[in-house]
């Protein structure tokens, strides 16, 4: 948002549905950045595209702030859900076990949340308020897992930004009015995350140090892949009431020849999530919860859930460094 207002944007091109007899159009998957793109472009350009499903919330532009429409009915990018693996299905496991009922959840894409919505099919009442809407929430929903019943913000509402998936979840999203896609600037907003009570944010991170240092970026000076909303959702699920915020990641890599739990953050690693604001760390071998922990209780803390190979190696690392 800050880059949007600090510069002049001269052209955006975007995609939406074709315009109804009133002459709105829905954004449709996507309401990240757009809507603000929109109102700070001295030219839009929108492909209207009739496989795009109509969408509500915050999703509605006129044609008349249109200055081109361009017609291109090209399918729909899907993204199958990736099967979890073992690992990945006891980190889900483990996490599933801090996921009280009644719960608002904000959850990702991949291996790691996957598995997660199948340890939930017993839960109740849990809600939605996320980044990335995704197939796994569709599953919930049919089941009756995510009724968003008990929200203590936009009750009865799946709360996204995007919507990211196969045929199946582009359906389910189609003229629903129990989803609504609102701006990122809103959905991401640490103090509108807290008004959920009982709001935990689930990420994935690369690696973090003894002392609850988060790392979801980078390798070293290496850039992986960018922040986004990680720490936003991570600090308003810790301000809400009776909230988690948990970063959930594989002990090891590389054929458990690399321990992704490290006595210091590779030199240039890119701080995604500081110490200060870090609740749980969750792998394959259990939680730590390091809120309110001293250093030396957040490294045996987290040497308890670190890959066997590695403790020994994380306790005498911890010594030299004075950590314990």
């Known amino acids: 948002m800050e880059k949007i207002n600090a510069e002049k944007i ?53 044609i008349n702030d249109v200055d081109y429409l361009v017609e291109y009915n090209a399918p729909l990018l899907e993204f199958p859900s990736i099967e979890p693996t073992d690992t990945e299905r006891k980190i889900g496991e483990n996490i599933a076990e801090l996921i009280e009922d009644e719960s608002t959840l904000q959850i990702g894409i991949g291996g790691i949340p996957n598995a997660i919505m199948r340890f939930l099919k017993e839960k109740k009442d849990l809600g ?34 995007f919507v990211m998936g196969t045929q ?15 701006r990122g600037s809103y959905v991401n907003n640490p103090y509108v995350i807290a008004q959920n009570e009982k709001m935990i944010s689930i990420n994935t991170s690369l690696q973090v140090d003894l002392t609850g240092q988060v790392c979801s970026e980078s390798f070293g000076y290496q850039h992986y892949t960018g922040t986004g909303g990680q720490l936003d959702m991570h600090r308003g699920a810790t301000m809400s009431k009776d909230g988690k915020g ?12 690399i321990s992704t739990i490290v006595p210091m953050l590779t030199p240039g690693s890119f701080i995604t999530v500081p110490r200060q604001d870090v609740d749980y760390i969750v792998t394959e071998f259990g939680i730590a919860h390091l809120k ?29 460094l004075n950590l314990i």
Do not use: C, W
């Open 128 to 161: 939605i308020h996320t980044e990335m809407v995704t197939d796994g929430i569709t599953e919930l929903v049919e089941l009756g897992v995510i009724n968003n019943s008990k929200k203590t913000l936009h009750k009865g509402k799946i709360i996204g930004t």
């Open 10 to 62: 001269n052209v955006f091109m975007g995609t939406a549905t074709p315009p109804d007899s009133r002459g709105f159009m829905s954004l449709s998957l996507s309401l990240v950045y757009e809507k603000e793109m929109i109102e700070n472009a001295d030219l839009v350009i929108l492909e209207v595209n009739e496989n795009l499903p109509k969408t509500f919330g915050d999703t509605q532009v006129h």
């Open 168 to 182: 199946k979840l582009y359906d389910f999203v189609q003229e629903n009015l129990a989803v609504e896609l609102m």
């Open 292 to 320: 309110g922990k001293s250093v030396r209780d957040r490294v045996l803390s987290l040497v308890n859930i670190a890959h066997p190979n590695f403790k020994d190696f994380l306790l005498n690392e911890a010594k030299k």
């Open 246 to 257: 948990i970063i959930a990641m594989r002990s090891t890599v590389k054929n458990d020849s």
